[in-house]
């Protein structure tokens, strides 16, 4: 019998695709992993979360991404590194598994999931990838060491660390495919950049891979696109409001499980989140429409409360938000909690600060504090130079961070609520409104 | 009202200031393991575990005017330590109660130097394995560091005071 590692399939499967034009598969290794249930799940959680409620194109997934960062971490492979004497060809499969599979572990809604439920997705992919499922059925038919190989590369714990690179890195396959995936879907004309040029002047090194000094232009376009796509898309005011209010709804009901309140829709769903008890099962079994049909049922709930933030989330009535420094606003936060339950309205749910923040690009040279692994040139000398030591461009947003923080609530509770009117009038002047 | 911000002042506060991006990124992170409530989430990075929120947390707190950031040039790198401010020590005034224990387990983690934390943290990063594997992975991602047997020793009996004092 053949070595499944190395089984092609009798014709190359290619899926349509709007980023890459077309996706190429011929290992049957890879083919049988797409089929799996674990990774068709993706198909069911949004890849930009609560973004479609801003630009409304973002209604694509996790499993369209997936197949993207295969797709070019491929073309790496393939076109780039194949015969390079510092590239293993051994590691090829492990490689591609990695690429398709880094994302497996995300949970309905990630980030807000995550964070109520103190929760770690790429943990999660871990388990996925070693515990009882179809996907690690597909990866043992290779060998029995193979699971625990793939989830080393997503954990970053391979030994080959050029393998890790492609996938986690300040410029991985990971970033080129949601930064172009991204643009297209949500409509925006940021986002693009030349990843053939990229790719065509990738060379593996020993721990990393790295770009040829005639790609610079190249990658300096490449950061300035991340930088554009996370202040315009990623960290849009709106969407985070959506996504404010999806956290406050799953507090709520956590906290109302809690107090033994008796649901009319049960949330059989989440109880093991709830209490702590959860499986591998319980997480695969949540995707974005058990989530979706938990909140259209809730509205009808007796708790105020939950009931107003699923009918917000699902019929788009989301909250109005003013910017808010913490530096100098604390001690008017504290004020506004406290005429807010004056008012009627717990400031728990209706108050909320959210804090974004991003760095472009960070550097580490040798002997700082600094915790990135940055973007080498590849000299015409063979030297290697870290990429701002060479681009003024990218030199110039080295290491800094920009950070944006809003105060999040309910305009329409002060605004239209009948009781308690001069202090609901009071709450509007302080938020300035 | 700002509780997590509070809760990294306090921190600082109890340790009477931390001297470290690095080491204060450790002890946090080992603070958390012990089951102390810091919610900041953690990934592996170059040095260890790492909580790019932290760092963020730290900025803002210093921006505030809660955190004081002063910085060292040591020749071939920049040290940066951090202290709580007279208005710090106003703001967590008012915040919750510090966990029992925690200044102990802070005091204790003070006193070692931040290639010990990160030996430590990055060891417990890896706490679902067997201790064998543990050390096997630590080798892996800290291939330069070149970790001996006894500072793994030591590590782990470290790993057990903190514990045991917790338990106390």
Known sequence: ????????????????????????????????????????????????????????????????????????????IDDSFSGRPQWNDSER?????????????????????????????????????????????????????????????????????????????????DRMDYLQRDAYFTGVSYGHFDMERILRVMRPSEEQAVIKQSGMHAVEDYIMSRYQMYWQVYFHPVSRSAEVILVKILQRAKVLSEEGYRFKQEPVHFKSFFDKTFDLKDYIALDEYILMTYFETWI???????????????????????????????????????????????????????????LPYDFYRPGEEEERLPIHLLMRDGELRELSRESDIVDAISGKRRTDHKLYFPEDMLTEGKKKKMLRQQILSILNT | MLQEHAKVVQFISLADGVTGRKKLQKMVYIAKKM?????????LHFYGPYSEELTLRI??????GFLAENSEDKG??????????????????????????????????????SRFLELVSTLLYFDHLP??????????????????????????????????????
């Open chain 1, 300 to 358: 009808l709930e007796d708790d105020e409360i939950l009931s107003d933030l699923c009918d917000r989330f699902v019929n788009r009535r989301l909250f109005q938000y003013i910017d808010f420094n913490p530096a100098k606003e604390y001690r008017k936060l504290g004020e506004l909690e406290g005429l807010f339950r004056k008012a009627g309205i717990d400031p728990e749910y209706y108050l909320v600060v959210d804090s974004s923040s991003d």
């Open chain 1, 1 to 76: 019998m053949m070595d499944y590692a190395i089984q092609k399939l009798s014709e190359e499967k290619v899926f349509k695709d709007p980023v890459h034009r077309y996706i190429h598969v011929r290992d049957q290794v890879i083919w049988d992993l797409i089929a799996t249930r674990e990774f068709q799940r993706l198909r069911r959680i949004h890849q930009l979360g609560t973004t479609y409620l801003v630009f409304h194109g973002a209604e694509h997934s996790r499993f369209n991404h997936s197949l993207g960062v295969y797709e070019i971490v491929r073309r790496i």
């Open chain 1, 93 to 173: 499969l492990v490689t591609l598994c990695a690429a398709l599979l880094h994302d497996l572990g995300h949970g309905p809604f990630s980030h807000a999931f995550e964070k109520v439920f103190d929760l770690d997705h790429e943990q999660f992919t871990q388990r996925i990838l070693l515990g009882d499922t179809d996907v690690n059925a597909v990866l043992s038919r290779v060998s029995e060491d193979f699971p625990r190989k793939v989830a080393d590369v997503i954990g970053k714990t391979y030994p080959d660390k050029l393998v890790v690179s492609l996938i986690s890195s300040q410029i991985d396959a």
């Open chain 2, 59 to 64: 900025e803002e707190l210093c921006e505030m």
């Open chain 2, 76 to 113: 071939s790198y920049v040290q940066y330590s951090y202290s709580v401010t007279g208005e710090g020590r106003d703001f967590i005034g008012d915040a919750e109660e510090v966990p029992d224990k925690l200044g102990e387990c802070i005091g204790r983690m003070k006193e070692r130097s």
């Open chain 2, 35 to 43: 089951n102390f409530p810091f919610q900041e989430k953690y990934q």
């Open chain 2, 131 to 168: 201790r064998e594997e543990q050390i096997a992975k630590v080798h892996i991602v800290k291939n330069k560091l070149n970790f001996t047997d006894a500072e793994m020793d030591e590590a782990f009996s470290f790993i057990g005071e903190l514990a045991g004092c917790i338990r106390q």
